[in-house]
């Protein structure tokens, strides 16, 4: 059975900045896809950026370009999401998530748009950012 774990949740002030981990674990997971979305309170859950395993190739939703950074580490099985000039609207649940199987990176990309496109999923990591 696959598993993904988050990790590095936390309160934090407006402005500052988390570093989120996803790492993977049990049976092999055959996916190059892999994501991160959040759900805040009284909301569905939203896509925040997503990466080809493979390449690298990033995408990010239209409201966190340019402060969020999403990133693997094909070795340790992990990949993350660098949140910086957090804001009380970023206060929600994080999830990491990947697709099952190989697709391609625009495919990646586009998916980021439904979280139903996902197979697997993290338990969730909270974030409450506060002034």
């Known amino acids: 059975q696959v598993q993904l774990a988050e990790s590095g949740g936390g309160s934090v002030q407006t402005g500052g900045s988390l570093r989120l981990t996803c790492t993977r674990s049990?049976?092999?997971?055959?996916?190059?896809?892999m994501a991160w979305f959040r759900q805040r309170p009284g909301l569905e859950r939203e896509g925040v950026a997503a990466?080809?395993?493979?390449?690298?190739?990033?995408y990010y939703s239209d409201s966190e370009k340019g402060r969020f950074t999403i990133s693997r580490d094909k070795v340790k099985n992990a990949f993350y999401l660098q949140m910086n000039s957090l804001k009380r609207e970023d206060t929600a649940m994080y999830y990491c998530?990947?697709?099952?199987?190989?697709?391609?990176?625009?495919?990646?990309?586009?998916?980021?748009?439904?979280?139903?496109?996902?197979?697997?999923w993290g338990q969730g990591t909270q974030v409450t950012v506060s002034s």
């Open positions: 049990g049976s092999f997971l055959i996916s190059n896809c």
């Open positions: 998530a990947a697709v099952n199987g190989l697709i391609s990176g625009e495919d990646c990309g586009n998916r980021l748009k439904s979280a139903a496109e996902f197979a697997f």
């Open positions: 990466i080809s395993h493979g390449a690298g190739f990033t």
